[in-house]
């Protein structure tokens, strides 16, 4: 956020003498001034979120969500149009990547090994979704979730 406060003020600088310039009669106030040069805005700044076209949104576990021991955690998503290919990608609290899935269109959904536990000694793992095109270029990514053991 940035936060641009102007402060001016009704000064005798403030006034355009037309006379002096041959173009009236008399003096005219213009406003106030201010002791400094005002800089242009070229930025944009501000608005709110908006929702990403072509976004994967997930469904399930939510975030933060603990596994059930001894019974299996099933991750899933709302499918994009023009994937070729879904990437499911589950990675350890260090970014390593500890799975890799390629599923078709259709599917929407990945069942997670009950061995992944045993590729980490972390308390947790995250997961996100790729969506892939007919040349395994990465069309949209989702967000991360993490599943706690």
Known sequence: MVLLRIETSADIESTSNLAEVGAGPAPVPTGGVAGFAIPPLRYFVGGAPHLRLNAIHLLSPEDMTSATPGKPVDLSWVEIPGGSLYRVVVIDPSNVILLTALLRPGVGAYRLPPWIWTKTEA??????????????????????RTVLR
């Open 123 to 144: 308390r947790n793992v995250s997961w996100s979704i790729e969506v892939l095109d007919d040349n395994s270029d990465v069309l949209s990514k989702s967000e991360w």
